[in-house]
């Protein structure tokens, strides 16, 4: 027998099982493409896990600490309270920046000369343009109630106008544009491994 005959006999002998066996072959092809999908699910998940922030020029010295949250959907948080990046810096000396980030409060408003705008706020600590690629592009920021906006905001916000020094409300306060930073894409993490 040639090998032309001997895949045809098979192919013959697998479609009449296949005719034959319908229920079978139902329960295994669906079997197959959900373990296909989920396998393509899952490993889309880890790539985007073991990727997402390596955007950033010191990515593989960025780290982000995690905590309890029975409140949460997940059991975690990347919430943490203030001290704990003070307290990682002075109990780890391999840590040279340490910043805690509060949640990005999405659906605020800021208000400009009574226009409300919707904006995405994210508090950080000074720490954070040491360790993320964020830079200070105009003004300064040297205390801890201080508010900058991103260039893509302030563009938003006043045009072509220099944004510092102006004033803006946000969450029921009247806070004082100190200085521009260059604008957030992604995700940001807590501390930066010597």
Same mark, same amino acid.
């Given at each position: 027998?040639?090998? $032309?005959?001997?895949?045809?006999? !098979?192919? +013959?002998?697998? #479609?009449? !099982?296949?005719? /034959? ?6 329960? =295994?092809?669906?079997?197959? %493409?959900?373990? #296909? ?13 073991? @990727?997402? *922030?390596?955007?950033?020029? +010191?990515? +593989? ?8 949250? %029975?409140?949460?959907? @997940? ?6 309270? $203030?001290?704990?990046? $003070? ?14 980030? =509060?949640?990005? #409060?999405?659906? $605020?408003?800021?208000?400009?000369? *009574?226009?409300?705008?919707? %904006? ?21 920021? =040297?205390?801890?109630?201080?508010? %900058?906006?991103?260039?893509? +905001?302030?563009?938003?916000? #006043? ?13 029921? =306060?009247?806070? @004082? ?5 260059? *604008?957030?894409?992604? /995700? ?7």
């Amino acid at each position: 027998m040639t090998v $032309s005959l001997i895949f045809l006999h !098979n192919f +013959k002998v697998a #479609f009449r !099982n296949l005719r /034959k066996c319908k229920l079978q072959t139902l329960i =295994s092809v669906a079997g197959m %493409a959900v373990g #296909f999908t989920c396998f393509a699910l899952a490993m889309l998940w880890i790539r985007y896990e073991m @990727t997402f *922030d390596s955007f950033h020029e +010191k990515s +593989k010295r960025l780290y982000v600490v995690y905590s309890y949250d %029975a409140n949460s959907q @997940t059991g975690y948080s990347r919430r943490s309270v $203030s001290v704990l990046a $003070s307290y990682l810096k002075e109990s780890f000396p391999e840590i040279a920046h340490a910043a805690v980030l =509060s949640p990005n #409060f999405q659906g $605020s408003t800021i208000i400009v000369e *009574d226009v409300e705008i919707q %904006a995405i706020v994210i508090e950080v600590e000074p720490d954070f343009f040491e360790m993320l690629d964020t830079r200070i592009v105009e003004g300064s920021i =040297s205390n801890y109630d201080q508010l %900058a906006i991103t260039q893509m +905001k302030a563009k938003q916000l #006043f045009a072509n106008e220099n944004p510092v020094g102006r004033q803006v409300t946000l969450f029921g =306060s009247v806070y @004082t544009i100190s200085a521009v930073v260059s *604008d957030i894409i992604h /995700k940001t993490v807590v501390a930066q491994i010597i």
